[in-house]
């Protein structure tokens, strides 16, 4: 079965639907095509990195619970500031056997300890890209859904450990792309920065 048609899918896009903050789509099929169709456009990319995947600022839980449904042998860990929302997201543990949730901010996390770190819909992508980068192990990869770039990256992906950015279009939109970010070596000293410092004083 494809992971578009997993049911455990469509329960959760169920709720999220229904419960008040969580997304600004009321249509079911726009919310479908943006939480769950949009999401699983990042498994050609997951899928050339090995081990554990993290979602950070998960929100309603896009992608990380599509990416859950895509790589059931892979644990997904869902990071979440918000009280609130780390309760809806853990209301879907029992659906997903490989997904946790951490209620917490990414700078608070272990460096170097995931194959992926994604995010979608967190910071513009200097800010999001120091948030996820530290998390990844050497050899994974930060993976991105970005609209366009207006800064330069690849001078951020350096100071964190990063190598050269790729950009890859999203089916079916102009404007979005996928900007995935390899880990070549651990995270340098001072990195991430304080809770923050990253939003008030980006790299670039």
Known sequence: MKPEH????EHWLEALLETPGLTS???REPARQEH?????????????FAGPIADVGSGGGAPGI???AA???????????????CRFLERFCADFPNLCVICGRAEEQATDSFGVVTAKALAPPAVALEWCL??????????????????DLASVARLLGGGEPELHPVRGSRERLLLLVP?????????????GIARKRPLV
């Not at 997993?6 to 899918?9: A, G, I, V």
């Not at 769950?36 to 050339?48: K, M």
């Not at 994974?140 to 970005?146: D, K, T, V």
């Open 6 to 9: 997993d049911p455990r899918l």
């Open 25 to 27: 789509i009321r249509e």
């Open 36 to 48: 769950v169709v949009d999401s699983l456009e990042a498994v050609p990319l997951v899928a050339r």
């Open 66 to 68: 599509p990416l859950a």
């Open 71 to 85: 790589f059931p042998e892979r644990e997904v860990t869902l990071i979440e500031s918000n009280e609130r929302k």
């Open 134 to 151: 530290p998390l990844v192990s050497p050899g994974g990869a930060a993976i991105l859904f970005s609209g366009a770039l207006d800064c």
């Open 183 to 195: 880990k070549l070596v651990p995270t340098p000293p001072g990195f991430p920065r304080r809770p």
